[in-house]
C-alpha cells in the first residue's frame, strides 16, 4: 500500500511563497510519476504539474508556469512543489499524487495524498 503524506500548507499573503512536500512510502518512489494537482473552493480538481520517474521532464498548467516549479528527492522518497508570487487564485487543496505516467497525465491517479489547504490573501 502507498502512502502520501503532505504539508507546507497554510496562509500566505499575495505575492509570497511556500513550499510544498509529499512523502511517499509503500512503495519505491523512483519508479513513480509524480504531479500535484490542486482543487480551488467550488471547482473540479485540476493537475498543477508532473514530474516523471527521473526528473528529467517536468510539464506545468498555464496557470502556474514560471511561478511553480516541480522537484523530487529520490533518495528521501519526497516531491516538492514551490510555489512563488502567488495570487488568490492559488487558493484551493493540494493534493500530491503518484501513478503511472500514463494516468498521471490524463489527470487520475493511481494513489492521492489527503491534501493540505494553502490559502492566499489579498
Known amino acids: 500500500q502507498v502512502q502520501l503524506v503532505e504539508s507546507g500548507g497554510g496562509l500566505v499573503q499575495a505575492g509570497g511563497s511556500l513550499r510544498l512536500s509529499c512523502i511517499v512510502s509503500g512503495r519505491t518512489f523512483r519508479g513513480l510519476t509524480m504531479g500535484w494537482f490542486r482543487q480551488p473552493p467550488g471547482k473540479e480538481r485540476e493537475s498543477v504539474a508532473t514530474i516523471t520517474v527521473s526528473g528529467h521532464l517536468k510539464s506545468y498548467a498555464d496557470s502556474v508556469k514560471g511561478r511553480f516549479t516541480i522537484s523530487r528527492d529520490n533518495d528521501k522518497n519526497t516531491l516538492y512543489l514551490q510555489m512563488n508570487s502567488v495570487n488568490p487564485e492559488d487558493t484551493a487543496v493540494y493534493y500530491c499524487?503518484?501513478?503511472?505516467?500514463?494516468?498521471?497525465?490524463?489527470?487520475?491517479?493511481?494513489?492521492w495524498g489527503q491534501g493540505t489547504q494553502v490559502t492566499v490573501s489579498s
Open positions: 499524487a503518484a501513478g503511472q505516467f500514463s494516468t498521471i497525465v490524463q489527470g487520475k491517479a493511481d494513489y
